[in-house]
């Protein structure tokens, strides 16, 4: 997405002087996705709460269900991790510490993203 | 030269701490709550990764963690993540009307709170009510 900000508001250091706009519209933008995505899951999963292991990969088999549960995976990670490095720019001090712990948040968010949607895959696949 | 000091400096923003409100103003307490629930949301996909993983680890692995959510313990985990995910997303479109310019006055910021709670509420009391009778 073209960035919305100015290469003289950024250089004059009004506001952020690295990516924030694009930050703002992508938590958005994940937001807004994250509402039906949110509402569809709720209601898949009380309707497979404590299914067996047969009635569960039934569902999950289906294309729609893997692929909108694969969608929400990827809708909450994203938008959880940008939500977190708001957190902790907000109150994590000092700089070293508050990328050490950026990081830490990155590779929680991707790896645990991926192991779900490898998760979802498995389970769809093998049945 | 800390963050802080680098905007203060510069004149810059700075982000508001929470010393600095009132905590028991209705107004900032449902808005100090939207970030803690992000917050909880985030720590709370690994109950979900729990689950997926463990489906895809095989039946027995699956029932094993299903005795786990099955328990007092797991239901309180679960009924306090829907909760959290409700109020969230109620108060998430809260959120993205003020970012488009409505509802800024202090009468609509009321108003739209108690909304928003009241919605937050009934969706987690349906969804359980459903979800424990089907
Ligand atoms: C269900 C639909 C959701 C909606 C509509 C939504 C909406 C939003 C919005 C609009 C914001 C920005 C608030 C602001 O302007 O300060 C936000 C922040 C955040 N969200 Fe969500 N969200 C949803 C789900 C989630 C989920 C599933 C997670 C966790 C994985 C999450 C974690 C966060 C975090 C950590 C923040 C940062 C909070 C802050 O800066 O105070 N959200 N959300
Ligand atoms: C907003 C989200 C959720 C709602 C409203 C919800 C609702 C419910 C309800 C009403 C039940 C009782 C069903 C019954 O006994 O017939 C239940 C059970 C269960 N839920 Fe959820 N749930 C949610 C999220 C989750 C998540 C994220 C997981 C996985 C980590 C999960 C896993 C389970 C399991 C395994 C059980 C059944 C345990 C058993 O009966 O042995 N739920 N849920």
Excluded at chain 1, 54 to 72: D, E, R
Excluded at chain 2, 23 to 30: E, H, I
Aim: one cysteine or more; charged letters at 10%; a positive charge.
């Amino acid at each position: 997405m073209a960035k919305m900000q100015s290469s003289l508001r950024s250089a004059i250091a009004l506001g952020s002087a690295k990516d924030g706009v694009h930050h703002w519209w992508m938590e958005r933008i994940s937001a807004i996705a994250l509402i039906p995505l949110t509402l569809w899951f709720v209601i898949g999963v009380i309707g497979v709460a404590g299914a067996d292991y047969a009635t569960f990969s039934a569902w999950l088999a289906k294309p729609w269900n893997a692929g909108l549960l694969i969608c929400f995976i990827g809708a909450a990670f994203l938008h959880g991790k940008m939500g977190m490095e708001v957190i902790i720019e907000d109150y994590v001090e000092p700089r070293s510490v508050q990328m050490m712990v950026k990081v830490f948040v990155n590779l929680m968010a991707f790896s645990l993203g991926i192991i779900s949607v490898v998760s979802v895959l498995i389970v769809a696949v093998r049945g | 030269m800390s963050l802080l000091e680098e905007r203060l400096h510069r004149g810059g923003p700075v982000s508001p701490h929470l010393q600095v409100y009132n905590m028991f103003a209705l107004t900032s307490f449902l808005s100090i709550l939207h970030r803690i629930f992000g917050a909880a949301l985030f720590v709370g996909t690994l109950l979900f990764v729990y689950w997926i993983v463990s489906a895809a680890a095989g039946p027995q692995a699956y029932d094993a963690a299903m005795n786990f959510l099955g328990s007092w313990f797991g239901y309180l985990l679960i009924f306090g993540w829907s909760f959290a995910l409700f109020y969230h997303m109620c108060n998430g479109v809260r959120h993205m009307l003020w970012d488009t310019g409505r509802l800024l006055s202090l009468k609509e910021i009321y108003q739209s709170g108690y909304i928003m709670v009241a919605c937050a509420l009934s969706l987690t009391v349906i969804a359980w009510v459903v979800g424990l009778s089907v």
